[in-house]
């Protein structure tokens, strides 16, 4: 079946400017996971959404960053007046459910902040 | 919260050795250790994992180990093949969370 699907693949963007990314789970996956990558660096947690309970946040760095996943499936990322920092790959993850071990990832957006 | 440390960051072998990928972690409290693999521009794919109840696994020409005493695990390929050449996370998840924390990753170079 269809893997973790994310677009666009690249985005390259003027400081200041608002974007949004979006990811496409595994049907059927009621987990998601948004994944910051680095050059070097690991994979830097985000924002975490199980079904229709409250999403944890807490690893979204600023205020200016913020996720939607609209009826349990398709989920956007939006990164308002995006700074050079915000430079990086995105990543994308679903698993089956809550607590499951497996994390499909997506192949990633990667952004670029001029 | 959990802390993942991953070593070493570069690992440059030849083929037909064997590698060796260490971590770290801080919380006693965690229970799941899983190990990804990211071939060059692909996604991350899992390859092994190990639960605390288990001190080690074998999968071909992996294997995992767990030392929960000293909370570190390490990763184990023998008889590397260039196709293994990649950067491997590994990661450590708490029993009650579902956000595993990872290591920085390990660039595995694997000359022919």
């Known amino acids: 079946g269809a893997g973790v699907s994310q677009s666009p693949s690249n985005k390259v963007t003027e400081k200041g400017k608002d974007v949004e990314l979006r990811c496409d789970p595994i049907s059927g996956h009621t987990a998601l996971y948004w994944y910051r990558q680095s050059l070097g660096q690991g994979l830097e947690f985000l924002i975490y959404?199980?079904?229709?309970?409250?999403?944890?946040k807490s690893g979204l760095p600023s205020d200016r960053f913020s996720a939607e996943r609209t009826g349990g499936s398709v989920s956007t990322l939006t990164i308002q007046r995006t700074q050079q920092e915000d430079s990086a790959v995105y990543l994308c993850?679903?698993?089956?459910?809550?607590?499951?071990?497996?994390?499909?990832f997506g192949p990633g957006t990667r952004l670029t902040v001029l | 919260g959990e802390n993942v440390e991953q070593h070493p960051s570069t690992l440059s072998v030849q083929e037909g050795d064997s590698a060796v990928i260490k971590c770290t972690y801080s919380d006693s409290a965690s229970n799941y250790f899983p190990w990804y693999k990211q071939e060059l521009g692909k996604r991350p794919q899992l390859i092994i994992d190990i639960r605390s109840n288990v001190g080690e696994k074998k999968d071909q020409r992996i294997a995992v180990t767990l030392n929960k005493t000293a909370k570190h695990f390490s990763l184990h390929i023998t008889e590397t093949q260039p196709e293994d050449s990649a950067v491997y996370f590994c990661a450590a998840r708490e029993g009650g969370s579902y956000i595993p924390t990872f290591g920085r990753g390990t660039s595995l170079i694997v000359h022919p």
């Open positions: 959404f199980q079904g229709n309970s409250a999403p944890d």
């Open positions: 993850a679903s698993s089956t459910r809550s607590g499951a071990d497996e994390q499909f």
